[in-house]
Nanobody, 121 residues
Framework: QVHVVESGGGLVQTGGSLRLSCAASGTIFSIGNWGWYRQTPGKERELVASISRGGSINYSDSVKGRFTISRDNAKNTVYLQMNSLKPEDTAVYYC???????????????WGQGTQVTVSS
């Protein structure tokens, strides 16, 4: 079993900062790509940022220059530092991980339960 759990969401004023964390636990040999997604009511879940095991990073245009994704492979954890937050960043943020449970396993995709980020104007 693999569990993925986000933390660090909350309420912040416009221009403020938050740091999200996401930790994977359970039977884990390695983690490939990590992704942070967000979703608002009535809209599709969108990719915010992703980071490969080798450190290749992608950001959505809406967060470039404000958000920073990083990972700690030893801790099976990914982070999302969010600065200069705007009301339009308000959403439930989800973590996604491609996990290999054993050396001979294929990559399996896991989602966290989500954490609410609310930016007040």
């Amino acid at each position: 079993q693999v569990h993925v759990v986000e933390s660090g969401g909350g309420l912040v004023q416009t221009g403020g900062s938050l740091r999200l964390s996401c930790a994977a636990s359970g039977t884990i040999f390695s983690i490939g790509n990590w992704g942070w997604y967000r979703q608002t009511p009535g809209k599709e879940r969108e990719l915010v940022a992703s980071i490969s095991r080798g450190g290749s990073i992608n950001y959505s245009d809406s967060v470039k220059g404000r958000f920073t994704i990083s990972r700690d492979n030893a801790k099976n954890t990914v982070y999302l530092q969010m600065n200069s937050l705007k009301p339009e960043d308000t959403a439930v943020y989800y973590c996604n991980a491609d996990v290999r449970r054993f050396s001979t396993d294929f990559l399996r995709n896991y989602w966290g339960q989500g954490t609410q980020v609310t930016v007040s104007s």
